[in-house]
């Protein structure tokens, strides 16, 4: 299950240079459309409980739903990746790292509370 | 510039095991801390020209802020992919082909405004 | 429990105005902060269960936090009717009686998945 | 241009409890369609230069797109401030104090760099 990025990042230029879209695709423009996207994946299931969540992704048609929106998401951060000079794979390693020595985990342990203040 | 999609979901879940944060981890809870990140990413560039967001990104400094919640978001995607039992290279493969389909580089050709409007 | 809308529209304006902010108060840059302070609402209560939001609640330093976040969207909401030549009020009360004929009670009673799927 | 937020709470209120919608008007819940909702305020002008926004701003139909998604944030706001019970204009009131005293006229003026480091 590798993600080739470097696969992503080019075709989504070449989409975007295709449709002379990349005038439009500054950082801030991008991150509004992640933003867009964020807000259709958390309008899937903003009423639901949890047992429903299940239910949907049980069904392949719910999971096609959720799927689609995390793929736009995905695309759109590729795009930014790019579009700013980042290395993906390189800044999810680092902050793997951060995190870990961040929330040690005899401190935090079970503790949700802890957590969200510690981020603050 | 390969994303070892297994390794990240992998270390990812070791992480949440770990700390015994899984149990907050639900699809509706993840949608929540993405939001939360895409904010913060949002925040950095909100009152910048593009010029000043292009001088942001020429440091090494502004670039590792952005970096920083580039990779929050991946992590928390990678995450949700995981816990939906989604594919991401399947799905973003897909999202491309519909997206191909969907914007025609004939009728779109340089045209935003026609974008957001089929979009919505 | 009034909300002078002229009131705190002058109010925000002329906050700007003092500092020489208006130059950065586009409709998108304004949309961006908005996004942001979602976020910043969005990450007090995402690893919480609802008895422990009703907890947090319960408190005057819990109930406090979630004030602030509240109140930051209202003021960029204020902020962006205004510069956009809305009418808070009439765009309400028009988008209560759009929702109550789109959501016929009969119809609708009790099912959160229709209404979601309604919705999108 | 007073807005009456007792009556606005109280229909959006009766609106619920009409639909038997309450059990689903969890804070988490109605944060999550409030960040939906800003998603769909977002998507609108996110390919837009400030140019196109001022002109979609002048037509009726594109201030009245703008509009409904102003109102639709607006009303799950007042909704978040009724459950949580927060007093919002004592809140928005509160909150304009703050501010005023956090970014000092003669240290942000015309300063918008600063002002994100602050706040971060």
Redesign the interface.
């Known amino acids: 299950?590798?993600?080739?990025?470097?696969y992503?990042?080019k075709?989504?230029e070449e989409?975007a240079k295709?449709?002379?879209?990349e005038?439009?695709h500054?950082?801030?423009?991008l991150?509004?459309?992640?933003?867009?996207?964020?807000?259709?994946?958390?309008?899937?299931?903003?009423?639901?409980s949890?047992e429903?969540?299940t239910e949907l992704?049980a069904t392949s048609e719910g999971?096609a739903r959720?799927?689609?929106e995390?793929?736009?998401?995905?695309?759109y951060?590729?795009r930014?990746?790019q579009r700013?000079?980042?290395?993906?794979?390189e800044?999810?390693e680092?902050?793997?790292s951060?995190?870990?020595a961040r929330?040690p985990?005899d401190t935090?342990?079970?503790t949700?509370?802890k957590?969200?203040e510690r981020?603050?």
Chains 1, 2, 3, 4 share one sequence.
Do not use: C, H, P
């Open positions: 299950m590798g993600f080739d990025l470097t992503a990042a075709r989504a989409f295709l449709r002379d879209w005038q439009f500054s950082l801030k423009n991150s509004m459309a992640l933003t867009g996207e964020i807000g259709e994946l958390v309008e899937i299931t903003q009423w639901m949890d429903e969540v992704l999971r959720i799927e689609e995390v793929a736009d998401i995905a695309i951060l590729v930014i990746a700013a000079g980042i290395d993906l794979s800044a999810v680092r902050k793997f951060i995190n870990e929330y985990v935090v342990r079970g949700s509370v957590y969200s981020k603050s």
